[in-house]
C-alpha cells in the first residue's frame, strides 16, 4: 500500500497516479489540470473523438 503525502489517500500501488483535491467537474477542468506538453495531445484526442461520434 501506498499513502500519497499530499492528500493522505492510499492506494495499492506505489507512485499511483491520481488526482489530488477535488476531482475535475469538466473534461475541460480535467485538461488544463495536466502538464502543458501533454494538454495539446489530449485536446488532439478530444477532436478526434468528437468528429468520430
Known amino acids: 500500500m501506498w499513502t500519497c503525502p499530499t492528500c493522505g489517500r492510499t ?5 499511483q497516479s491520481h488526482f489530488c483535491g ?7 477542468d480535467y485538461i488544463l489540470a495536466q502538464d502543458e506538453d501533454v494538454r495539446g495531445q489530449l ?7 468528437r468528429r468520430a461520434a
Do not use: I, K
Open 11 to 15: 492506494f495499492q500501488r506505489e507512485g
Open 22 to 28: 477535488d476531482a475535475p467537474q469538466t473534461v475541460d
Open 43 to 49: 485536446q488532439s484526442v478530444r477532436e478526434t473523438l
